[in-house]
């Protein structure tokens, strides 16, 4: 009995913990000194990784959803945290690169004084990362429509700052215009939210799933909540907000935002269609959603091509990389042994994503650090200052380009065979042709950077362990090219019973 | 993974002692020990080809991942010879970049397309042959470009390109073959023999030779080859054209269905190949650069390998890979010598070039099947399964052009040929070149019985003389004739037909300016809320649809 009650306490104080234990470090950046400040945050980040950790530990071992109602109220009046595979999968995700970036982002020991100061990010730095983290674990545990809101909203006003950490003004116009569009998004999903409030008297998304059926309210709502959360992620065509602000961060606050906020919409959206919305439904929209996400891939890629900045490159990369997470939409929905595959193939193409674009964006503020610029015409023999941060970015590439052996390679391989089963043929073209794209913006700045400049570089002295750092992240992103090509239990722990059956 | 014998720690070895020096190679002293580097690496895959039995294979990690070595008899003919003719280049390349600043780099990406290429002809599952089939074309990227030349980037540029075109092809290929068995990773053997019975046989058919042959440089896709093969380091040029190219010929003997017949399938193989093989000769005759005929050269008889394996995909015989990868390995380590032989005599004087020019002569007669030479092995061994037909006298037939594009090649090297001076080329240069080039024209007499089960015997009979010695003795008279009295013609440029995918560029260059265009007129404001709008419309509207419209029931 005790057992039983102490394994349901630390189960709570785990999902508990992941939310709030992150906001640990804010007290420290307002009372300590900075130096002394920035090493207790990275020790809390790491805290909050261990948490996840333990939670997912926790999860497959248990092989069932860990759930909690807090203050023990139940809904529709209490409020509910639960990880299932898939939360604790983007919870461990999530917080992995966040503990990168806090190491990336530390002042380098020892360094000049002068140099300090240049290196150095602002306390605020610490503290919106502290937010985002806490908001991006509210979002993947929160089970109800409000609380929800309340973990997107906060996300939205610690992401944005970050874009103008430097104040310049090409960086404040950039943050405006992603709040702005943020907002609009917000006001979309709360217009969904209330209608469904109205319609069941509930916001807790398993009850409302149990009284869900396509009534006309519903069926706007969804759509409402849908537009939302495709306007956060910065979906084709709504992407106006994605590359200007991605790309105009400082590096550090690039690699998070491209890497892991832009994921909170998707798994939202995840979970209004797999969750949420009546299969019906859901097999109807899934084309529309893969539409957009084809030409998110193809007119990304595209314009990704003709960037002249490296960091605008990425950006687009990543508004074309999203794109692979709509694909799998179609394949995933419908009843087949085969949704298995494809679900798990775009689960891996997320997190290889989040890890190999946080070490790509790193990588490439470190070759703008040592060039002082990140011209793509000037990057010619970038790799002889910068050996490692070109590694990351090579190695991060391939696995955008899904080339074995990395992450990418899998994620693919798996999206590919999902779609030859189910005679997706246009998804399986829309693959192979992001791939190549993928390799001509990848292989056209590697390339350069291989080159003998015409002219000894002026390089300025870039902190090794900080190209360590891009290393160790595109290695993760590597390291997911080694799981075996066939669906993932653990992805599929505690997901609704919609889903029994698909699983083999 | 347990008890593993020393034929199983030999296969193992083969691929990972490259790539751990590789990675060791990150430490700059180590870099700087190329001497040691390039000759440890290629050991391991000489001393499996040698010992390891036919037949052995290794299971490294089990399924679902499953890493599998195999070794069967094509892919210990190329093992060996590609170790034999790593070794040797390694030695050169030792010597030849001695006061290189960037050698160390050289020996990285030397390293990993060693790894890569023994990794091809050696495992056993699918996916990991699609890993080493990467690993071998990318990393011979850096062997092409390392002078860094605007040719050598260009050169550079269209190999990557055309290389991610290939392995966006051949992962298509592959995720429909293995669709048949219900493995995650299965056995390449097991994917193939479920060919037959797919219901995409004919897809998977096409991409895959479309995939291999572009690597092999069968015409049209060969357009990569002569400017890359031409451009890079001496040593570089002789793997690329030596071994790099074979990933293509083991990907075929792999993944083609043989043992049953493909009439439609062979006979387009087999008609691509013959074409190239003419092709090649003809593009290679206006060559003005030895580096670069050869590399036609290489066009030619990788023609000539596809027409081999064509005759046997049609004809269902499953005896023709093994005959093939003989024929591959006799041009491997004949290409790779010449290839040395353009540095060697870049550092010898025009007066004492005589010895040199022989040696080239007869590694180019050699090539062409001269009778009692190691190629005249060769040309014999495909000539069974190629029978009687038009074919088979084609087949001959390209072998006068390949004497003739090899007297061409002999008669280039004097224009590289240093203008003063008295001393032989340094020892470090001549040494391997010319081991390698002994070794080129002999081992085809070692290996043909294993490989053929024929006796030498049956060679020196004077029918198999006449039919060795005609091409030859036509393209030697047709040689002296045109040299009697050369017409005139320009240079065909090399990648000769990459200039008509010019408009291709063009039509690439207008979609990305259309998707550049789209893109700005997307990021307005007002465009953007606009969209907003729209998509929360089009997304009510088709679940309206799919709700109320009485068939479908949510």
């Given at each position: 009995m005790s057992g039983i009650l102490g394994s349901a306490l630390a189960g709570d104080m785990l999902l508990v913990g992941a939310v709030i234990l992150p906001l640990f470090a804010l007290p420290p950046l307002l009372l300590a000194p900075p130096r002394l400040a920035e090493r207790l945050s990275v020790l809390v980040l790491l805290a909050s990784l261990l948490v996840a950790l333990a939670l997912a530990a926790r999860v497959?071992?248990?092989?069932?959803a860990l759930a909690t109602f807090i203050g023990g109220w139940r809904p529709p009046l209490g409020v509910g945290l639960r990880a299932d595979g898939f939360s604790a999968f983007m919870l461990v995700m999530t917080a992995v690169v966040l503990f990168a970036t806090g190491l990336f982002a530390m002042t380098t020991p020892g360094a000049a004084p002068g140099r300090v100061a240049r290196g150095r990010m602002p306390p605020a730095f610490w503290m919106l990362l502290a937010s985002v983290f806490s908001a991006l674990n509210l979002v993947f545990l929160a089970e109800d429509l409000f609380t929800l809101y309340v973990a997107l909203e906060l996300l939205t006003?610690?992401?944005?700052?970050?874009?103008?950490?430097?104040?310049?003004?090409?960086?404040?116009?950039?943050?405006?215009?992603?709040?702005?569009?943020?907002?609009?998004?917000?006001?979309?999903?709360?217009?969904?939210?209330?209608?469904?409030?109205?319609?069941?008297?509930?916001?807790?998304?398993?009850?409302?799933?149990?009284?869900?059926?396509?009534?006309?309210?519903?069926?706007?709502?969804?759509?409402?909540?849908?537009?939302?959360?495709?306007?956060?992620?910065?979906?084709?065509?709504?992407?106006?907000?994605?590359?200007?602000?991605?790309?105009?961060?400082?590096?550090?606050?690039?690699?998070?935002?491209?890497?892991?906020?832009?994921?909170?919409?998707?798994?939202?959206l995840v979970r209004f269609w797999l969750d949420l919305a009546p299969t019906g439904l859901a097999v109807a929209v899934a084309p529309v959603l893969a539409g957009l996400g084809a030409a998110a891939i193809l007119v990304g890629s595209l314009v990704a091509l003709a960037q002249p900045r490296l960091k605008l490159l990425i950006a687009y990369s990543t508004a074309a990389q999203i794109g692979y997470l709509f694909l799998m939409f179609p394949l995933a929905v419908v009843a087949s042994p085969w949704s298995a595959l494809a679900w798990t193939g775009g689960a891996l193409h997320l997190a290889s994503h989040a890890f190999s674009k946080a070490a790509m964006f790193m990588a490439a503020g470190l070759m703008a650090e040592a060039l002082g610029h990140d011209r793509i015409s000037g990057l010619s023999g970038v790799g002889r200052a910068v050996p490692v941060a070109l590694v990351a970015f090579g190695l991060g590439g391939l696995s955008l380009m899904g080339l074995p052996p990395a992450g990418g390679f899998i994620a693919k391989v798996m999206l590919l065979s999902a779609a030859i089963h189910l005679d997706a043929w246009w998804i399986a073209a829309v693959i192979l042709a992001g791939g190549l794209l993928a390799g001509g913006y990848v292989l056209k700045v590697v390339g350069l950077a291989l080159q003998r400049p015409a002219e000894p570089l002026a390089v300025r002295p870039v902190a090794r362990w900080r190209e360590w750092v891009a290393l160790a992240l595109a290695l993760v992103a590597v390291g997911f090219g080694f799981v075996p090509l066939e669906p993932s239990s653990f992805l599929f722990i505690g997901r609704p019973a919609s889903w029994a059956g698909l699983v083999p | 993974m347990g008890n593993m014998s020393t034929s199983d720690l030999l296969l193992l070895a083969a691929v990972a002692l490259p790539l751990l020096l590789a990675l060791a190679a990150i430490k700059p002293w180590v870099r700087r020990r190329a001497d040691v580097l390039l000759l440890l690496a290629p050991l391991p895959g000489l001393v499996a080809a040698l010992a390891v039995p036919v037949g052995q294979s290794l299971l490294v990690v089990p399924p679902p991942f499953r890493l599998t070595f195999a070794l069967d008899?094509?892919?210990?003919?190329?093992?060996?010879?590609?170790?034999?003719?790593?070794?040797?280049?390694?030695?050169?390349?030792?010597?030849?970049?001695?006061?290189?600043p960037a050698r160390g780099t050289f020996c990285v990406w030397w390293l990993l397309t060693l790894a890569g290429s023994f990794a091809v002809f050696l495992v056993a599952d699918v996916a990991s042959f699609y890993l080493a089939y990467a690993l071998v074309s990318f990393s011979a990227y850096g062997l092409a470009t390392h002078d860094d030349t605007p040719e050598a980037r260009r050169a550079g540029r269209v190999y990557l390109a055309l290389t991610v075109l290939g392995e966006a092809l051949l992962i298509a290929a592959f995720v429909m073959l293995a669709s048949s068995v219900t493995d995650a990773n299965p056995l390449i053997r097991d994917a193939v023999a479920g060919l037959s019975a797919s219901p995409w046989k004919e897809a998977i058919l096409l991409l895959l030779l479309v995939g291999f042959t572009m690597k092999m440089g069968l015409f049209p896709l060969h357009v990569w080859m002569p400017l890359a093969h031409a451009v890079a380091p001496v040593p570089g040029s002789a793997v690329l054209s030596g071994i790099v190219v074979k990933a293509g010929v083991i990907g075929l003997i792999r993944f083609l269905p043989w043992g049953e017949g493909w009439p439609d399938w062979g006979a387009g193989l087999l008609a691509v190949g013959l074409f190239t093989a003419f092709y090649g000769v003809a593009i290679g005759l206006t060559q003005r650069h030895p580096k670069r005929a050869l590399a036609y050269s290489t066009v030619s008889q990788m023609g000539v390998v596809a027409a081999v394996l064509g005759m046997g995909l049609k004809a269902g015989d499953g005896a023709v890979p093994a005959l093939a990868a003989f024929y591959a390995v006799n041009h491997m380590l004949l290409k790779g010598a010449m290839f040395l032989t353009v540095g060697v005599v870049a550092s010898t004087p025009r007066g004492r070039l005589l010895p040199v020019l022989a040696v080239a002569a007869l590694l180019g007669l050699s090539l062409a099947g001269l009778p009692f030479t190691g190629g005249a092995l060769a040309k014999y061994a495909v000539k069974a399964p190629m029978g009687d037909g038009l074919a088979a006298f084609l087949?001959?037939?390209?072998?006068?052009?390949?004497?003739?594009?090899?007297?061409?090649?002999?008669?280039?090297?004097?224009?590289?040929?240093?203008?003063?001076?008295?001393?032989?080329?340094?020892?470090?240069?001549?040494?391997?070149?010319?081991?390698?080039?002994?070794?080129?024209?002999?081992?085809?007499?070692?290996?043909?019985?294993?490989?053929?089960?024929?006796?030498?015997?049956?060679?020196?009979?004077?029918?198999?003389?006449?039919?060795?010695?005609?091409?030859?003795?036509?393209?030697?008279?047709?040689?002296?004739?045109?040299?009697q009295k050369p017409p005139r013609?320009?240079?065909?440029?090399?990648?000769?037909?990459?200039?008509?995918?010019?408009?291709?560029?063009?039509?690439?260059?207008?979609?990305r300016d259309s998707a550049v265009l789209l893109d700005m007129v997307l990021r307005r404001w007002s465009t953007a809320a606009l969209a907003v709008v729209m998509l929360a419309f089009v997304l009510a509207y088709v679940m309206a649809g799919a709700a109320f419209s009485p068939p479908i029931t949510p």
């Open positions: 497959g071992a248990d092989g069932a006003f610690a992401a944005v700052p970050l874009v103008c950490l430097d104040g310049k003004l090409a960086q404040v116009e950039a943050a405006l215009r992603y709040l702005l569009f943020a907002l609009f998004g917000s006001v979309l999903y709360l217009l969904g939210a209330v209608i469904i409030y109205g319609l069941y008297g509930t916001l807790d998304i398993i009850l409302v799933a149990r009284a869900a059926s396509a009534s006309p309210g519903f069926v706007l709502a969804l759509a409402a909540m849908s537009v939302g959360m495709m306007a956060k992620a910065a979906l084709f065509p709504l992407h106006l907000w994605l590359p200007p602000a991605h790309s105009g961060a400082p590096p550090a606050a690039s690699a998070m935002l491209s890497a892991v906020v832009i994921k909170a919409p998707i798994f939202l | 008899m094509p892919g210990a003919v190329l093992l060996g010879g590609a170790a034999l003719l790593w070794l040797a280049a390694g030695l050169y390349a030792v010597f030849y970049l001695k006061d290189d087949l001959a037939l390209s072998a006068g052009g390949t004497t003739l594009l090899m007297a061409r090649y002999v008669l280039l090297l004097l224009d590289v040929a240093q203008e003063g001076g008295e001393a032989l080329a340094p020892r470090g240069l001549l040494v391997p070149w010319a081991a390698l080039s002994l070794v080129a024209v002999l081992l085809p007499f070692g290996l043909f019985t294993p490989v053929t089960g024929l006796s030498l015997g049956t060679l020196f009979s004077l029918d198999t003389l006449i039919k060795g010695l005609w091409p030859v003795a036509l393209g030697l008279a047709v040689g002296a004739l045109i040299y013609f320009s240079e065909v440029p090399p990648g000769d037909i990459l200039a008509a995918a010019a408009p291709l560029g063009a039509l690439y260059a207008r979609v």
